[in-house]
Structure formats: structure tokens, C-alpha cells
């Protein structure tokens, strides 16, 4: 079974926000790349099978698979993805991200496409996972894009757990083995969470989130808490923080001004609160791009 040798290594992991008529022509990896779809609508071609993908699908492309990725309609599209080999190989180091079909591939390309592991095996995945809890995986998926871009010290062994923890509620989603009880107030708990993301510039309570869903305060935190691991509030911080980042990246505003743009009642409160998630100051995060 492979999971008893899983050693992964990250390749490449990256977020990006695209618009039309942005497309991944079609072509064929060396390794394997989990695709998460953030935000907005896509068709996925993988094998000659077309999905159409909304926000939170997730999308696995295998060694030697044919696919290709096409934005529906006219929106922004938000999309994050990891490029990497399941189990570390002696040539991991030297291998690029394949941007060509197989048949466009010299001799040595064609030498560094992986053989599937996952297949025949018991903890195989498929091409297309629509989990009840993308939040979990989202979250820990930027953990891991978090580590690639700051490049803290040990930042690659940490991306191997990261990684490791990726695949693995990828199994447990794949099997239905978690939150089952939560799946009759899922269309609640995601608007709650569709709520909270909307609001991430201003400040909200836990009464206007459950006044919006029609649920009551006590089983919006409990469930939406077993459901995401975060209550509401923690992560409607997390939202604001992940937009502070944004801000500090591509504008000029200072962090006094950002604080204000986000709704927090002072510097010094949005700079601990900053620290808490992030585990820099703004000032060093700043710093650091």
C-alpha cells in the first residue's frame, strides 16, 4: 500500500486570480497536481470527461492524464494548486511542471513521467472530489502556499506534512467517513460561510450570521464549528487577515489604513490579530515580499 511509503514532494504551490479568456491548454504531467477551485466556475477536461467545476470542487490530475481547464462565463476565477510526487524520488529536484501533450514531449521528457501509485489500490481517488468540507482542505491548503511563499527556515519539510494532511482528508472526503451527521444543514452552513466571506471588510456579529441563515446562535456555532473546525468569528478573522495579506501585497495603503479599510477598531488590535493568524507582524509580513 502506498500511503505506508507516502514521502511527498512539492513542486510547485501557487494561488492565483485569472480572468477570461484565461485557459490551461491541454496537456500531460510528469507528477500530480491537486487544483482547488477558490471561487467562480470552470470547465475541467480530464481523459476526454468534461466537469464543470463551482467553488470548492476539488481537481486531482494524475501522471500521463490528458486535461485541460477552460473559465465558464465571464467571471473572475480564484484558483490554488500543488504540483508534487507522492513519494520523493532521487530526480524530484530536477523535474519541471509539464506545459506539453505527450506527443510534443522529447525522449528525456517522457523519462520523467511518474507511474501512478495510486492505482490499483484500496486508497485510490478520483479525478473529481466535491467534499461537504472544502474548508478544512482550504485551509490547510494555504498553510502549505503560505510556507512556499514566505520560505521560513524548513519550509519544505513542513510543506511534506502539509502535503501528507492534503491527501489525507482528500481520503476521508472520498469515503464520506466525516461530518455525515452535518449533511442535512449543509446548504445553511454554506451560506453562513458564503455570508461570512462577503462581510470580510467590515465587522459582523454571531446574531446578524445566524439572523441571515435562520438558525439560532447555539446550533450555528456548534455545527458550523464541527463542520469547518473554526467557529464563525474565528473564521471570519481568518477571511479579513487573508484580505489584509492581499492588500499589503498589492497596494501602497499603510497598515493604520488597512486596519480601517477592514473594519478593526485600531492598528494595534488588527496587528494582533494579524500575529495571531499569521504568526508575523503586518510589518514583517510586509517585509518579507
Not at 79 to 103: G, P, W
Not at 115 to 143: G, H, K, Q, V
Not at 214 to 225: D, E, G, N, Y
Request: aromatic content about 12%; glycine content about 4%; proline content about 3%.
Amino acid at each position: 500500500m502506498y500511503l505506508d511509503n507516502l514521502s511527498p514532494y512539492v513542486r510547485e504551490a501557487v494561488g492565483q486570480s485569472v480572468h477570461p479568456p484565461w485557459k490551461i491548454v491541454e496537456r500531460c504531467l510528469f507528477d500530480y497536481q491537486l487544483l482547488y477551485l477558490e471561487r467562480g466556475t470552470l470547465y475541467v477536461t480530464i481523459e476526454g470527461e468534461v466537469y464543470e467545476g463551482r467553488s470548492g470542487d476539488i481537481f486531482l490530475f494524475k501522471p500521463r492524464q490528458t486535461h485541460s481547464v477552460q473559465i465558464m462565463g465571464n467571471e473572475m476565477v480564484s484558483i490554488k494548486s500543488v504540483n508534487f510526487d507522492l513519494i520523493q524520488n532521487e530526480d524530484s529536484a530536477d523535474v519541471r511542471v509539464s506545459t506539453k501533450t505527450m506527443q510534443n514531449m522529447t525522449a528525456a521528457e517522457l523519462k520523467h513521467i511518474r507511474a501512478d501509485i495510486t492505482e490499483p489500490d484500496s486508497n485510490w481517488l478520483p479525478n473529481f472530489i466535491r467534499t461537504n468540507n472544502s474548508l478544512i482542505f482550504e485551509n490547510c491548503l494555504n498553510e502549505l502556499l503560505d510556507e512556499y511563499e514566505l520560505k521560513l527556515p524548513y519550509y519544505a519539510y513542513r510543506g511534506k506534512t502539509l502535503l501528507a494532511d492534503l491527501w489525507v482528508l482528500l481520503l476521508r472526503a472520498h469515503y464520506k467517513s466525516d461530518n455525515a451527521p452535518l449533511l442535512t444543514r449543509w446548504e445553511e452552513l454554506h451560506r453562513a460561510k458564503q455570508f461570512i466571506e462577503s462581510h470580510a471588510d467590515t465587522s459582523i456579529t454571531l446574531d446578524n450570521i445566524a439572523d441571515y441563515v435562520k438558525m439560532s446562535r447555539f446550533h450555528l456555532l456548534r455545527q458550523f464549528s464541527q463542520l469547518f473546525h473554526y467557529t464563525p468569528l474565528e473564521y471570519h478573522q481568518k477571511m479579513r487577515i487573508g484580505r489584509a495579506k492581499e492588500l499589503m501585497k498589492h497596494s501602497h495603503m499603510k497598515v493604520g489604513e488597512i486596519a480601517e479599510r477592514l473594519g478593526f477598531i485600531n492598528q494595534h488590535t488588527f496587528s494582533r490579530s494579524f500575529k495571531r493568524v499569521v504568526g508575523v507582524s503586518p510589518s514583517e509580513y510586509r517585509g518579507k515580499k
